[in-house]
């Protein structure tokens, strides 16, 4: 137990000495992360928890961002009722969506979240007089707080970001760990017998639809005050398949590897791109080959491991006292 | 005289030209163990998916204690009191044994709806789903995924499911199907054990066990009741012989 | 009167080439089950290679053929290479086809440039046609025209032949199919590049009017999926029904408010999912 503390202690040193020790170019990369890592955890509790694969989760990523750009560059919101009201937007985006996309389940799923996902990239795309169309909203002033600190230097911001992230990770690991969120499991596992065990599990997947595009939406904020720009491409089915990527290659149902798959898909993106324009191509190479050699990705082939582990040195149950083995073996 | 439990009117299920329920009244008296037995294909687990709500019927009505539950989904059933066991083992392939019971114990709790507080620190549902467990002899693997039990504690882990929403009418498809003679003894010891406020139905293939347990037996053909009444009386029906002719003995 | 007649054939000729997409995608699904992400880069990739075909040789006919062929070559090496490998594992197909529509969609990106292309009209359907209220383009009527023969086409081979009683026995029920002798995986692999070729054609007949570019495969998949939400999976009549209602809305819809009009087309896809989420004519 005590070895997880440490762990624990290390990361948080790590994470706030980050930007003062390392280039300004890897605490872009580490504040990338955060944002699509939020973005890619909150998908897991849709794909990896409850079973549900969105296709089309750049939609609120997407919204809120554009939430924030057209309130601040268009009509002078200060940032700091921006920011929540892009959340705000995301939610109810994915509340509406979410009524839809829950008629069915599986692959209806998929096509129904992907058809919403590609018909709102058609809205910031032609839209023009509003969402700026294919030129997007540049000039998104920088998250200004009240703070003394000016969020305008990416150190600063990234200290914000990371509290927001923290903030954030912790309220998605403890619904996870929550009755609910083990009810969004046993969904994954068996509806039907959810539903015989008393869950209203309609109820239980649109909740977890709307809880998880809220989440995106709060990546979708950090991300439009980070990159002071949002365009159509943001929202494009292109995005959703690398936050999908991101969950898989982290590894589906284990909140945290979704982060690493991030961690993984924004480093390999901005190493790439260094050498070549090849990125997609390389995008889906990567996909073909995680589906095929390692569907359970980085965090669950880990946990494979350590399971395997743990199993060769757990002791066979012992019978109580006064009861007979109920099994023969 | 106790109280009417379950009843059924005219009820039927249709798949196209294909009568799987057609046309069953049932009634089953509080705290009875009813056996529902009949050929392959004469609609017995057709029937259990009415009564639980996982299909709807085309026709025909359902009563349970008196009220009209022919329109509630499976889970408003549950809340009203039905559970129920599957004849394919229907658990929770990558959850924990604990975890299992748990989503059993929380399934009628509105604490299922807590997203914030681990699902271990609700003590009633653990504590529940800990009794449970260890009645079943199954607390000590309480952490084991459920593909590392045997086929009879899983059997019995389905039957842990049906009772944690402390149920009224208690539903059970073949439990002992699959199961070493061994094992059935301990199922039939257990439903023979059963709060006798328990209402039962059991759809059994084997015989000994459906007749060690039930008190009336009501016979399925072709989705429709065959003969109906005290275990002797199905036992000496002609008709019933007729049909169990070749299949097994009676 | 002239407005609307001219919206109508407009909407119908974009039906046309939508049904062609469409009818492969369900096709592919009511028999395998695969959702394939990629049809719309096979879309894609018949207009480009239809493009080089015709600039190499200046005949639209070869190049609507080696267009159609080339795509269904790449269907059948997608499926017996990668996609037979994951018999039921139905997410990780889907997966894959779209690990495999980026691939694609940068290869061409690769190998074609960026710039928007448009294809030459065969010069035997160029010009209009009179049609008293008012003149339409030969080509798209032509279009229209096409869509309505395989649209035939398809439903004779589903409905009326051998092969088409074998393929819906190995819908049915693979295994029995199998158990009377019938060989399965050919007719799947072969179906599957039916259905690969039906979108490549379906590039090759847009080339000329809606012009091929990168990212028109991922503008046209979701409207394929529109219909076929609204059509019902695996319904060839639900995927022409659907192609008619979604080509014509989006005419309408560019002609009254351009703004919102990729948007709005998927209004009668949630009309639908929230009446009947199977589609209109699909089964569960």
């Known amino acids: 137990m005590g070895l997880r503390w440490v762990g624990w202690a290390l990361g948080a040193a790590v994470a706030l000495a980050l930007p003062q020790v390392l280039p300004l170019y890897f605490t872009h990369l580490v504040l990338l992360t955060m944002i699509y890592g939020l973005s890619a955890m909150s998908l897991d509790l849709l794909a990896g928890y409850t079973g549900l694969t969105s296709f089309g989760h750049a939609a609120y990523f997407g919204a809120a961002a554009y939430t924030v750009g057209i309130l601040t560059t268009q009509h002078r919101v200060p940032p700091a009722l921006a920011f929540p009201a892009g959340v705000a937007a995301a939610a109810a985006l994915a509340a509406v969506y979410g009524l839809l996309a829950t008629r069915a389940v599986g692959v209806y799923f998929l096509i129904i979240t992907l058809a919403l996902g590609m018909g709102t990239w058609g809205l910031a795309y032609r839209w023009s007089s509003v969402t700026g169309g294919d030129n997007g909203l540049p000039g998104i002033p920088p998250l200004e707080l009240g703070l003394p600190w000016s969020t305008a230097d990416p150190k600063h911001l990234y200290y914000l970001i990371l509290v927001i992230f923290c903030l954030a990770t912790f309220l998605l690991y403890r619904l996870v760990r929550s009755p609910f969120g083990l009810s969004l499991r046993g969904i994954r596992e068996s509806e039907g017998r959810m539903r015989m065990l008393g869950y209203n599990t309609w109820l239980h997947r649109y909740v977890a639809f709307v809880v998880a595009g809220t989440f995106a939406g709060l990546a979708g904020s950090l991300y439009a005050f980070y990159n002071r720009f949002v365009s159509p491409p943001d929202l494009h089915i292109a995005a959703s398949a690398e936050a999908v990527l991101m969950v898989i290659l982290g590894g589906a149902g284990t909140l945290f590897g979704p982060l690493v798959g991030a961690g993984i898909v924004v480093f390999l993106r901005n190493l790439v791109s260094a050498y070549t324009h090849r990125w997609m191509l390389i995008l889906g190479v990567v996909f073909v080959l995680t589906v095929m050699y390692a569907p359970q990705g980085v965090a669950g082939g880990a946990r494979a491991l350590w399971a395997r582990w743990r199993g060769r040195a757990v002791t066979p149950p012992v019978a109580g006292p006064g009861k007979e083995p109920v099994a023969e073996r | 005289m106790s109280a009417v439990c379950l009843r059924t009117e005219k009820l039927r299920k249709h798949y196209g030209g294909l009568r799987a329920v057609d046309g069953v009244d049932l009634e089953v008296r509080q705290g009875e163990r009813r056996a529902i037995i009949g050929p392959n294909g004469a609609g017995k687990t057709t029937l259990f998916h009415l009564l639980s709500g996982e299909v709807p019927a085309t026709s025909g009505r359902i009563f349970l204690f008196g009220q009209d539950i022919t329109r509630l989904p499976s889970y408003r059933r549950t809340a009203l009191g039905i559970g129920r066991t599957y004849q394919v083992t229907n658990l929770f392939p990558r959850l924990t044994v604990l975890e299992n019971a748990l989503l059993a114990t929380f399934g009628l709790r509105r604490e299922k709806y807590d997203p914030f507080r681990a699902a271990w620190q609700h003590r009633q549902a653990l504590e529940d789903a800990r009794r449970l467990l260890e009645e079943f002899g199954l607390w000590e693997k309480r952490d084991w995924p459920i593909g590392s039990l045997s086929y009879g504690e899983q059997r019995q882990l389905e039957i842990v499911l049906a009772l944690a929403g402390r149920p009224r009418l208690l539903l059970l498809d073949e439990p002992t199907a699959g199961l070493s003679p061994a094992e059935t003894q301990v199922v039939t010891r257990l439903v023979a054990g059963l709060d006798p406020q328990i209402t039962v139905l059991l759809i059994e293939h084997d015989m000994d066990v459906a007749f060690q347990v039930a008190q009336r037996v009501t016979v399925l053909h072709f989705g429709r009741v065959l003969a109906e009444g005290t275990v002797d009386e199905v036992r000496g029906n002609p008709e019933v012989q007729a049909i169990y002719l070749g299949v097994g003995e009676l | ?284």
Do not use: C
Not at chain 3, 263 to 284: D, E, S
């Open chain 3, 1 to 284: 009167m002239q407005f609307w007649l001219t919206q109508l054939l407009n909407g119908l000729s974009f039906a046309a080439l939508v049904f062609l997409l469409a009818s492969g995608l369900t096709l592919i699904f009511g028999l395998m089950r695969i959702v394939n992400i990629a049809h719309g880069s096979y879309y894609l990739l018949g207009a480009y290679v239809a493009l080089t075909v015709v600039q190499a040789t200046g005949s639209f006919l070869a190049a609507a053929l080696a267009g159609s062929l080339t795509v269904a070559a790449v269907g059948v090496v997608m499926q017996r290479a990668f996609l037979s490998r994951f018999y039921r594992a139905e997410q990780a197909q889907v997966l894959l086809t779209m690990g495999f529509s980026f691939i694609f969609a940068d290869l061409a990106l690769w190998i074609w440039g960026g710039d928007p292309h448009r294809l030459p009209t065969p010069r035997a359907l160029a010009g209009s046609v009179d049609l008293g209220l008012t003149f339409f383009p030969t080509y798209r009527l032509a279009v229209i025209g096409v869509g309505v023969l395989v649209a035939l086409f398809l439903w004779l081979l589903q409905e009326r032949t051998r092969l088409g009683a074998v393929v819906r026995a190995a819908v049915d029920d693979q295994e029995m199919a199998r158990g009377l002798g019938i060989h399965v995986d050919p007719v799947l692999t072969g179906m599957f590049a039916v259905g690969a070729a039906l979108a490549g054609f379906g590039g090759v007949m847009g080339g000329p009017f809606l012009g091929v570019y990168p990212g028109v495969d991922s503008e046209v998949l979701p409207l394929a999926f529109a219909v076929v939400i609204i059509g019902g999976l695996g319904s060839l009549k639900g995927a022409l029904v659907g192609s008619v209602l979604v080509g014509v809305l989006d005419n309408l819809g560019k002609a009254l408010f351009p703004e919102l009009s990729y948007f709005t087309l998927f209004v009668p896809m949630a009309i639908v999912l929230a009446i009947r989420p199977t589609g209109l004519f699909g089964r569960a």
